[in-house]
T-cell receptor
Framework: TQLLEQSPQFLSIQEGENLTVYCNSS?????LQWYRQEPGEGPVLLVT?????EVKKLKRLTFQFGDARKDSSLHITAAQPGDTGLYLC???????????FGTGTSLTVIP | DTGVSQDPRHKITKRGQNVTFRCDPI?????LYWYRQTLGQGPEFLTY????????KSRLLSDRFSAERPKGSFSTLEIQRTEQGDSAMYLC?????????????FGSGTRLTVV
């Protein structure tokens, strides 16, 4: 099982601020995904990446992936209360089909 | 298709009882996964199916846990002789076969509380 570390564990910011959360792996990943999870619900997929160095944008969210495919970051611009949730990264090993999840970053955006 | 459905949403049971959860995946998805999530943690992989075949089981899946997907459609997860440590959210997800870009579609989960 690969180890995925996410930081920070908790983050509380004011509406309109920018933030970055990080995901670091103990090994190279085949593909990596970011999910957002709201309380009492299952995670919802935000993005998938397979290429080192790739940058993907989803409205105010920017996902960056390390060249070595061992780390990733998620940057949110002008955070809104609707961004509140648990942000999870998930990694798939080169040999498996299942994803392994990090412990998540719990984000609270205060109006 | 309305996505992945899980039933029940909540289950409270006494220690030692057996419980069974059901998951209905997206109909076109061949792969079905079970995860367990405790408070403050990310989901932990339990097992997955491709069609009706159970292809991998985690070490977390003790002999008290059993999962089936008899016709390659819906799946059930049974926990026998429940323990308080089994209290968690049990998540089901499905995905199509093929391609590294396919992510999971998760259900809303079944929240199990063992008292």
């Amino acid at each position: 099982t690969q180890l995925l570390e996410q930081s920070p564990q908790f983050l509380s910011i004011q509406e309109g601020e920018n933030l970055t959360v990080y995901c670091n792996s103990s090994s190279v990943f085949s593909s990596l995904q970011w999910y957002r999870q709201e309380p009492g619900e299952g995670p919802v997929l935000l993005v998938t990446v397979v290429t080192g160095g790739e940058v993907k944008k989803l409205k105010r969210l920017t996902f960056q992936f390390g060249d070595a495919r061992k780390d990733s970051s998620l940057h949110i611009t002008a955070a809104q209360p609707g961004d509140t949730g648990l942000y999870l990264c998930a990694q798939r090993e080169n040999t498996g089909n299942q994803f392994y999840f990090g412990t998540g970053t719990s984000l609270t955006v205060i109006p | 298709d309305t996505g992945v459905s899980q039933d029940p949403r909540h289950k409270i049971t006494k220690r030692g009882q057996n419980v069974t959860f059901r998951c209905d995946p997206i109909s076109e998805h061949n792969r079905l996964y079970w995860y367990r999530q405790t408070l403050g943690q990310g989901p932990e992989f339990l097992t997955y199916f491709q069609n009706e075949a159970q292809l991998e089981k985690s070490r977390l899946l003790s002999d008290r846990f059993s999962a089936e997907r008899p016709k390659g459609s819906f799946s059930t997860l049974e926990i026998q002789r429940t323990e308080q440590g089994d209290s968690a959210m049990y998540l089901c997800a499905s995905s199509p076969v093929g391609g590294r870009d396919y992510g999971y579609t998760f259900g809303s989960g079944t929240r199990l509380t063992v008292v």
